[in-house]
């Protein structure tokens, strides 16, 4: 039976948990992922954590923080004068706001804290810092073309 392994193309379904069982992705209801393995195109324990499975398999796969999204760095939260931001711009703790920069780029922050004054700012991804737990079923392998 043939392994998966960097340069194939895979085809799963997912459930990612946080520690406290919280589902916070899936496909179920949904197309799977597809990607190959090895191109960057999951986080990198997710792609580790393929490695080596057969067709039809399921696996437990833990991804520490480092092998996700990071880990939470402080220098990406910014407390700002409310002032300093629309006056019709509706702050809610948890919501997802779009930045432009100076030089026209664009980025996410999520509101993080509220107070009459200011608005705390988080460009950290949502899942930074945070172990992550898949449920992981291989569901199709397509081996690397030689070349």
Do not use: W
Request: hydrophobic share 35%; charged share 30%.
């Amino acid at each position: 039976m043939y392994c998966a392994a960097e340069g194939d193309t895979v085809k799963v379904n997912y459930t990612g948990t946080l520690a406290d069982g919280t589902v916070f992705d899936s496909t179920e209801g949904r197309t799977p992922l597809h990607f190959i393995i090895g191109r960057q195109e999951v986080i990198a324990g997710f792609d580790r954590g393929v490695i080596g499975m057969v067709m039809g398999e399921k696996k437990t796969v833990v991804i520490p923080s480092d092998l996700g999204y990071g880990q939470k760095e402080e220098n990406l939260i910014e407390e700002v004068d409310r002032k300093d931001l629309p006056e019709d711009l509706e702050l809610k703790v948890g919501a997802q706001l779009e930045v432009t920069r100076q030089d026209g780029s664009k980025f996410l922050v999520m509101v993080a804290g509220v107070t009459d004054d200011t608005a705390t700012l988080d460009a950290n991804h949502p899942l930074a810092g945070r172990d992550l737990t898949f449920e992981v079923e291989m569901l199709e392998i397509t081996k690397k073309e030689a070349k």
